[in-house]
Structures are given as C-alpha cells and as structure tokens.
Nanobody, 130 residues
Framework: QVRLKESGGGSVQAGGSLRLSCAVS????????MAWFRQALGKEREGVAG???????SYADSAKGRFTISKDVAKNTLYLQMNSLKPDDTALYYC????????????????????????WGQGTQVTVSS
C-alpha cells in the first residue's frame, strides 16, 4: 500500500525558511517521480517542484531560486527546502508520487499534471505572515 506522509509545515514570517519532508512507503521509491504541490484557500492546486528517478528536477516559476527539492533514497524521504518565503506561499502543501510513465506531462509540475498523479499525502500547512 502506497503511503505518503508530509511534515515540517508551520507558521513563519516573510523571509523565513521551512523544510518540508515527505516519508514514503509501499512502492519502489527510487523509480518513481516525486513532486510537491500546493493549494491555497480558494485557489486551484498548483505545482511547486518535481524530481524524477534519474534526479532531473523541474520547478514552477514561483519556486525557482527560492525552493529546492531533493530526496534521500536510503531514507525513503522527499524534501522541499523553502527559503525567502512570502505570504503568497501560504498554502497546504502536498507530496505526490507516481510512475513517470503514467503522468500526462511526465515528471513535471506543469499545469494540469497534478490530475495524473495517483498517490498523495494528506498535506502539511504552511502559513507565511507579512
């Protein structure tokens, strides 16, 4: 059974940092595409960053230069280091996983690709105050 569990969310002031973690189990983690998405209140879910089994990475424009996605295969954990946080980053952050072969846009966080991920965590809240 595939399980994803996020942690590390919290409340920070603008300019601060947080590191999100996603512990995974139940699938061959090393061969899967892993990604972070977020959903702010009243808005559509949007991609943040994705990392493929070969280590290739994609970022949404909003995350470039501020966020870093990484994974520790030995620990079965996905990370998202978020620096220079802004109030607009306030959202529920989710990790997602799937085989890149079933993803509509491959292992990317392009618009709409969230709908093709089958496996999701419950989310962790990030709140950034000004």
């Amino acid at each position: 059974q595939v399980r994803l569990k996020e942690s590390g969310g919290g409340s920070v002031q603008a300019g601060g940092s947080l590191r999100l973690s996603c512990a995974v189990s139940g699938f061959t983690y090393a061969t899967y595409c892993m990604a972070w998405f977020r959903q702010a209140l009243g808005k559509e879910r949007e991609g943040v960053a994705g990392i493929d089994s070969d280590g290739s990475i994609s970022y949404a424009d909003s995350a470039k230069g501020r966020f870093t996605i990484s994974k520790d295969v030995a620990k079965n954990t996905l990370y998202l280091q978020m620096n220079s946080l802004k109030p607009d980053d306030t959202a529920l952050y989710y990790c997602a996983a799937d085989s890149p072969f079933v993803l509509y846009l491959g292992c990317t966080v392009g618009v709409g690709n969230d709908k093709s991920f089958r496996f999701w965590g419950q989310g962790t809240q990030v709140t950034v105050s000004s």
